[in-house]
């Protein structure tokens, strides 16, 4: 009888070991598969990252480039639709992207030219709602 229990026993302990194992096993799995996903995600937000960043180079630059092709007609003496003069100083802008434009003032005098300024900034007057920021007040007058 004590052969057969001892073989019994052998074989409970090594079916727990087994369990235990599985159980390992599985759970290294679950966590190997939860890091695959959000290794995807992280690398596919970086995508988006990268396609916004391009984007937005790409749109300031052609900005900047028709920027420069109105200066370079306003050297020559040309007159170029939608700049504003005043006292030998030229102001303009060029539309970046849906909310954004280039602003370009220039001081030209005969064959000399300063950029006072050359900036991009949000168009205020392509933003359509405005935000109502409280004031610090109450509004039920306590």
Not at 33 to 57: C, I, M, N, W, Y
Not at 107 to 113: C, D, L, W
């Amino acid at each position: 009888m004590r052969m057969a229990g001892g073989i019994g026993m052998k074989e409970n302990s090594s079916i727990s070991t087994l369990g235990g194992a599985s159980l390992l096993l599985i759970f290294a799995v679950l966590c190997f598969t939860v890091f695959a996903v959000l290794s995807l995600s992280t690398a596919k937000a970086g995508d988006q990252l990268s396609l916004a960043s391009e984007r937005s180079v790409q749109e300031y630059y052609a900005a900047d480039t028709e920027a420069e092709s109105i200066l370079a007609a306003l050297r020559r003496g040309d007159f170029v639709e939608g700049v504003e003069e005043e006292d030998s100083v030229y102001a303009y802008s060029c539309p970046v992207n849906e909310r954004t434009r280039l602003f370009v003032e220039a001081r030209i005098n005969g064959s000399e030219y300063e950029i006072l300024r050359w900036q991009t900034a949000i168009d205020e007057s392509m933003i359509e709602e405005s935000w109502e920021v409280w004031d610090g007040v109450s509004p039920f007058g306590e």
